[in-house]
């Protein structure tokens, strides 16, 4: 049975609840944090990095040319996921902290766009389709990537179905590599 999620942290939910078996595709920060505080019975399998496209889109009527410009700006971001990570490291990599800006938690990066269409929010963190589909929709303008902070994906598993179906997940593992 295939489950699609919204982002990192309802897979761990998901864990955490014992309803899930294998993940294919988690972002990093989420499970990271998840493993290292015990949290979760699942072991990585298998990683990659992610998403070249990714970073900081801003409204264009919003006279936002840098990313120092965000100080008190609204910014959304799904928070505690791989892309807020990102995000963090870019606004510290310009001298600013996360409460040098308004961080807007929403569920997806379409719901960003939307966001940021509406006026909702001056500035999102959006990844792949959504970075490209901002841009290209004349929704905003890119003032920050962040290839200096790629983002990796993770293939997990809970380690009690490992145990159990250790062919299982072999096999999956062969299968995402075709």
């Known amino acids: 049975e295939v489950i699609n999620f919204e982002n990192g942290p309802a897979v761990n939910e998901a864990f955490l609840s014992g309803s899930v078996d294998i993940v294919n595709g988690i972002g990093d920060q989420p ?65 600013l902290e996360a409460d040098d800006v308004e961080l807007v938690n929403l569920s997806g990066s379409d719901t960003a766009i939307a966001a ?20 290209e929709k004349g929704i905003g303008k890119e003032i920050a990537d962040a290839k200096e902070h790629p983002m990796y994906t993770y293939i997990e598993a809970a380690e009690s179905f490992v145990e159990k179906h250790l062919d299982l997940a072999k096999k999956f593992l062969e299968a995402t590599k075709k």
């Open 116 to 135: 940021l269409d509406k006026k909702e929010v001056e500035a999102a963190f959006l990844t792949g389709y959504s970075f490209t589909t901002a841009e």
């Open 31 to 95: 499970i990271v944090t998840a493993l290292n505080g015990g949290q979760v019975d699942a072991q990585v399998l298998s990683t990659a990095s992610i998403m070249p496209n990714m970073g900081i889109i801003v409204r264009e009527d919003t006279g936002i040319k840098s990313v120092a410009d965000l100080k008190g700006k609204t910014v959304a971001v799904q928070i505690g996921t791989s892309a807020h990570k990102a995000l963090l490291y870019i606004l510290e990599d310009n001298g």
